[in-house]
Structures are given as C-alpha cells and as structure tokens.
C-alpha cells in the first residue's frame, strides 16, 4: 500500500540534508559585517576598505571568469539592470520562454517592454534556436535563455540567432550557478548573466543577485542603474569615508545589496565547487538507477556542458508510466513514500496566476497586439515538460548514496501501485 494511504513509506525517520548550509565560519562572517557599523554600500565603515557586497561583485565576476560583477538585492532586480543598461524600453520587444519563473517576464513590463513568450523544448524546457526565430520581430532588442532545473540552454544554437537577429543575449543563470558551457561559464557567453542568490538557490545569499559581463560599458551603466546614479570611488574608501559618488549618467533606483547578505555569500562562495562536486556523484547514481525503472529518463543536457549545475533534479516520464494518474497525485504519492518534496513544475507563464499585467494600472491599458505579442502562441513543449516531469531540490543530492536508493525505491513503488491513485483520495 502507498505511503500517502496508509501505508509504510518508503524512507523512515532519516532526516534528508538541511539547506542552506552554514557553520561557525558563516556566522563570524555575519557579526563581522554588523558590527562593522557597515550595513550598507551606502554608509561608510569604522575601518574604511570596500564594501562587502562589492568585495562579492568582485569575487563572484572571477569565479565565473567575467570581467566585472554587480551586486543587487534580488536577481529580478539583476535582469532590470541588465535590460535597461542595454537600452531596452518602451516599443521593444524582448523573448522570455514560457517555462520559467516570472521574473524574466515583469522584468521585461518593468522597463517598458513587452515579454513575447516562446515554447520550449519538451524534454529539457530550454528555450531553443527554432522557437526564439519564431519570436523575432522588428522590435525585438533581446533574448533571455533561461539555463533551467539541471540542463542549460544551447547556447550555440540560440546564441547564433542571436546574433543573426542583431539582438542581445542575456543569460538568465539563476538556476545554474557554476555550469559550463565549451570551457565557459554560463552567464559569460552572452553580453550579461543574471542570478538569483535566494535561500533555494545553490549559492544562496537569503536574497539577492548578481550580473555579469565582460563589457565594461554596461557595468558602469548597471552600477549606476542599481544605485540612485551612484558609482564607485575610483580607490577603496578610507574609514568613516563613502564609497559611492554622485555621477548622474543615467538615472537609477535603488537595488543595492546589504552587507549581511554579502558577508554570507562571500563564505558560501568557496564551498560552491565541492557542492557541485557532491551533487554530480548522486546525480550519476540517479542516472544509473533510473535506467533500470520503465518509462523514466533524466532530463538531458547538451554535450557541450563541461560541468552542469542542479538546482532542481528533474526526472522525466514517458505517458503512462504512472498510468492515467495526474502528475499532481504521482508527486504526492512520492511525496509522502520520501518525507521530503517532490513537485511537477510550475505551470508554464500563458497559464501562470503571476504573470496578470492587466492587475496593475501600468499595464492595464496595453494594446490588444501587444497582449497577443506577449502569450498568443502555442506552447505544447511547455504544457509536455509540465506534465512529464518531477522536480527535486538539490538539497538531497548532498547525502549518501542510500539517499539515492530510497528515491529509486520510492519511484518504482509508485510505479508500480499507480492504478491506485485514480481510486483513493489523494490530497494534492
């Protein structure tokens, strides 16, 4: 019998791996940065010296081989900046894929623009080079390519239509921090890479984000965007001095990243790697299982990744391998054989309740042509990887490899006992 029926699940009391991660270093990080009197970028420290979140903008541009980094407070903050230092506004148009979270998309409505949606691939949920061509108008002025779950973007493939189409690729990596793409970091093929430093994330800051590019105009225009038209000293601060100065290029708002969110991100960074290392092993011991269970595939990943990054390990099924069980109640049963979440992915954005525009009084008054522009596609790769995948966070890639069994275990029970989740109540 299902665990989600009475039965005995499959995993007993063995907790799964916390998340985040922290310790004795991350918390003298922490009472470092306040009792500097430094919380801000905005306010000058007892010592003098750069910022944390600068120190961060600076640490994290290295670690993935970029130029230049900024910090802001939030990643949909990160893919404002980057839109509007690339000049994109009002009458542009801008390509987002449908199956994402939806900051890509309000980020678009928020600097005057507006998101064209396009499918994406059925199996990876990566937006591809055929559908991004299928979104090209005379007003598009950018891509953004959504690096998604455990899988990335051909970036060869829609970096050439982007370039064919004279558009800007922004890569949205907040889901793959630390993949690599040819020798490359994603993030770093396109003109900027945006990420999110959530709690959830693999590099997770609570909240807050980071861009960045090798193009040293758009980092002075995205500094100055992220901070009231504020910019950096050329030279570290010394104590009780400033570190921005008033320049006025272009006028900004304010997204900066507090202290204490970078003093947690400059420890977490350095155990990025290793993290990644751990994952990848589960990962394969997943893989190798799931090649035993019928109907069930990792999601793929294009050759060129040298190292791919999971934020979500996603699972995908072929039709019936769960019967004619919704894949709401298979990741309910799977839910509850396990003690710890798997879930379908979020409805993709032409069905989300998130993206509403209409619900606020800047948006309501878009043309009817600009509404169609924005959802009126088909979106049948979408509604597939929605309906035929299962997603788990990374967290539990960071155990042992009976870790591993049980999710095997508790996949081919609930294979195996399927019909019974079309006669039972399942509380979805």
């Keep these: 019998m299902l665990a989600l029926h ?7 009391d063995a907790p799964w791996p916390r998340w985040p991660h922290y310790d004795d270093r991350t918390e003298r990080e922490v009472l470092a940065a306040l009792r500097s009197d430094r919380w801000s970028v905005t306010w000058p420290g007892r010592d003098g010296g750069k910022s944390r979140e ?53 980020a678009v409505l928020r600097v005057g623009a507006i998101p064209v949606l396009v499918d994406v691939h059925p199996e990876s949920g990566c937006l591809t080079g055929e559908s991004v061509r299928g979104g090209l108008s005379a007003r598009t002025r950018a891509v953004i390519a959504v690096h998604l779950a455990c899988t990335t973007v051909d970036l060869d493939e829609v970096g050439a239509v982007a370039d064919a189409a004279g558009i800007a690729l922004i890569e949205d990596c907040s889901q793959a921090h630390g993949a690599r793409w040819a020798g490359r970091a994603v993030g770093t093929v396109g003109c900027a890479g945006v990420f999110s430093l959530g ?29 009231d038209s504020r910019g950096y000293t050329a030279d570290a601060p010394g104590p009780g001095e400033y570190e921005l100065v008033e320049r006025g ?107 509403r525009p209409h619900t606020k009084p800047r948006f309501a008054r878009l043309p009817a042509a600009s509404v169609d522009r924005m959802t009126g596609r088909d979106f049948g790769g979408a509604d597939h990887y929605r309906a035929h995948t299962l997603l788990l966070h990374h967290s539990v890639l960071l155990g042992e490899p009976a870790d591993i069994d049980d999710i095997l275990t508790a996949l081919d029970k609930v294979r195996a006992h399927s019909p019974a989740l079309l006669t039972k109540d399942v509380a979805l």
């Design 249 to 355: 290029d272009i006028m900004g708002a304010n997204y900066c990243m507090p202290e204490m969110t970078a003093a947690v991100l400059l420890d977490q960074l350095p155990r990025l790697d290793a993290q990644h290392e751990h994952r990848e092993r589960r990962a394969k011991e997943l893989e190798a299982g799931l090649a035993a269970v019928p109907g069930l595939a990792p999601i793929p990943v294009p050759r060129q990744v040298d190292r791919r990054a999971v934020y979500e390990y996603g699972i995908r099924f072929q039709p019936g391998t769960f019967g004619a069980a919704p894949i709401e109640a298979v990741a309910a049963a799977l839910t509850a054989e396990l003690g710890t979440r798997v879930y379908p992915p979020r409805d993709p954005l032409h069905r989300s309740l998130l993206l």
């Design 54 to 106: 600068r120190l961060f903008g600076e640490a994290f541009a290295r670690y993935n081989g970029a130029a230049y980094g900024v910090s802001v407070d939030h990643g949909s903050s990160a893919l404002v900046i980057a839109l509007e230092a690339l000049g994109v506004g009002p009458g542009d148009e801008v390509i987002v894929p449908a199956l994402t979270w939806v900051a890509p998309a309000t």
């Design 6 to 12: 009475g039965g005995a699940p499959v995993r007993g």
């Design 199 to 227: 709690a959830a994330k693999t590099l997770a800051g609570g909240e807050g984000g980071a861009v960045i590019t090798d193009r040293q105009h758009l980092y002075q225009r995205m500094l100055l965007l992220r901070a």
